[in-house]
């Protein structure tokens, strides 16, 4: 089958996950070099960022890309044929990487704690391009957290897609009254 066709060029798992692998590299290199508080700090405001990243999945998910052109076109094609390969559009992916990297500095006005932040951040967004990909796997595993993960999108994808937006897990969805019911 064919990568969906998107606006301008767009990247195919797994090159996919280069840029927010690289912004994780250069995000933990500014960090050791501007933050001298000490691995705990550092590895809280990670774990807090990755927990951001939770909520930031989901409402990507429910609200841009079920809701906002092309984004919403591009998803819905994504729903219609979800075994074809995706491609994640650049127009879509360096943006959210920049935003994802910088934002944090500069809303807690402390560049250490939004370096790691933004670390934990984009390392969320990695683990959800890898699980995602895994999700669209025939069977991706028999039991296990990936298995949980694998039905929770194949309702959303087949059942109702107003429903099961979390990718990485359904806290949100319960949270918010998107669960799968």
Do not use: K, N
Request: hydrophobic letters at 50%; charged letters at 15%.
């Amino acid at each position: 089958m064919e990568d969906f066709r998107v606006a301008g060029p767009a990247l195919r798992f797994p090159a996919s996950v280069l840029m927010p692998m690289l912004a994780v590299v250069a995000l933990t290199a500014g960090w050791l070099h501007v933050d001298a508080r000490g691995w705990a700090v550092g590895a809280a405001a990670l774990l807090a960022g990755l927990g951001a990243w939770t909520f930031a999945e989901y409402a990507l998910h429910r609200f841009i890309l079920h809701r906002l052109d092309p984004f919403r076109r591009w998803h819905l094609e994504h729903h219609h044929a979800p075994d074809v390969p995706m491609r994640t559009p650049l127009l879509f992916s360096l943006p959210m990487v920049l935003v994802l990297a910088g934002a944090p500095s500069l809303l807690l006005g402390d560049p250490g704690l939004g370096l790691a932040f933004s670390g934990g951040l984009i390392l969320g967004h990695l683990a959800q391009e890898v699980v995602h990909f895994h999700l669209h796997q025939p069977e991706p595993c028999r039991e296990g957290w990936l298995r949980r993960r694998w039905r929770h999108h194949h309702f959303h994808h087949q059942v109702d897609e107003r429903r099961a937006f979390g990718t990485l897990g359904g806290a949100w969805d319960r949270l918010l009254g998107t669960g799968r019911g």
